[in-house]
Nanobody, 116 residues
Framework: QVQLVESGGGLVQPGGSLRLSCAAS????????MGWYRQAPGMQRELVAS????????NYKDSVKGRFTISRDDAKNTVYLQMNSLKPEDTATYYC?????????WGQGTIVTVSS
């Protein structure tokens, strides 16, 4: 059974930083492109960043380029999202999943709230 467990969210002021983690089990993690997704209230879930299995190729949504950094540690079956210069519009529940995502892999997510 695949399990993806996100952590690291919280309340942060605009301009602040957070580091999200996603620990995976039940999959051969190193084989897959992994992604961070987010869903704001009333909005559809969207892909924020992805990282190839090699770790050398990453892609980002335009609005987070230069502020967010995705990374992975295949030895720990973990993918990270470093978020800097956070803005109120980054407020959302953040999830990790494969890319493309699988419906049966979604976890509970971690909530990020950017507010003063």
């Amino acid at each position: 059974q695949v399990q993806l467990v996100e952590s690291g969210g919280g309340l942060v002021q605009p301009g602040g930083s957070l580091r999200l983690s996603c620990a995976a089990s039940g999959i051969i993690f190193s084989r897959y492109i992994m992604g961070w997704y987010r869903q704001a209230p009333g909005m559809q879930r969207e892909l924020v960043a992805s990282i190839y299995s090699s770790g050398h190729l990453t892609n980002y949504k335009d609005s987070v380029k230069g502020r967010f950094t995705i990374s992975r540690d295949d030895a720990k079956n973990t993918v990270y999202l470093q978020m800097n210069s956070l803005k109120p519009e980054d407020t959302a529940t953040y999830y990790c999943n494969r890319y493309p995502s699988r419906d049966d892999y979604w976890g509970q997510g971690t909530i990020v709230t950017v507010s003063s």
